[in-house]
């Protein structure tokens, strides 16, 4: 157990809806990052948040935003979602500008 | 954009066999680290190996980097099929946000009873 958490495990939609996925760090961890896990394109970087604020984005689509809240934990919205984002979705905490990174158990979308 | 390749892609060996992963960039990197993935499960990571040349070993498990600082391989020896799952390298540098790290695209390994 990392001490990351992810919610929801597993989520089903439907194209052209949004969803949240949410994840809380380890506990005094301020760094939260989001990645995207598909078969054919591996271990993603979408955006990482340091204590509420953007820090870094790498390839997150203009249809996809995050956002740290003051108690640290992180939401991922996916919006109009299509059938290529169905995809593992993890968030991952580290110290401050810390090397190591934890990850959460993830969760698995599936847009149909 | 640094690129991490991996090879080999799959791997399905006996118990009891060798085997080695390796981890290649055309960039440099102020370390590297190997992680493994169950299903249904994140990332864990194994081991940092930060200087050129740098060798760990965990358990049946030893972990190179390279003399420059672009590549890395992974060896297990006598390999057990606890060992099965997939195997990502990535690559820590830094920027203005902090250590940042890119994945290679993983080694799926399959040890046989």
């Known amino acids: 157990d990392s001490g990351v958490t992810q919610t929801p495990k597993h989520l089903i939609t439907a194209t052209g809806q949004r969803v949240t996925l949410r994840c809380s760090p380890r506990s005094g961890d301020l760094s939260v990052y989001w990645y995207q896990q598909s078969l054919d394109q591996g271990l993603q970087f979408l955006i990482q948040y340091y204590n509420g604020e953007e820090r870094a984005k790498g390839n997150i689509l203009e249809r996809f935003s995050a956002q740290q809240f003051p108690d640290l934990h992180s939401e991922l919205n996916l919006s109009s979602l299509e059938l290529g984002d169905s995809a593992l979705y993890f968030c991952a905490s580290s110290r401050d500008r810390g090397r190591e990174q934890y990850f959460g158990p993830g969760t698995r979308l599936t847009v149909t | 954009t640094q690129l991490l390749e991996q090879s080999p892609q799959f791997l399905s060996i006996q118990e009891g066999e060798n085997l080695t992963v390796y981890c290649n960039s055309s960039s440099v990197f102020s370390s590297l680290q190997w992680y493994r993935q169950e299903p249904g499960e994140g990332p864990v990571l194994l081991v940092t190996?930060?200087?050129?040349?740098e060798v760990k070993k965990l358990k049946r498990l030893t972990f190179q980097f390279g003399d420059a600082r672009k590549d890395s391989s992974l060896h297990i020896t006598a390999a057990q099929p606890g060992d099965t799952g997939l195997y990502l390298c990535a690559g820590v540098f830094r920027n203005n946000a902090g250590n940042m790290l890119t994945f290679g695209g993983g080694t799926r390994l399959m040890v046989k009873p």
């Open positions: 190996v930060v200087t050129g040349g």
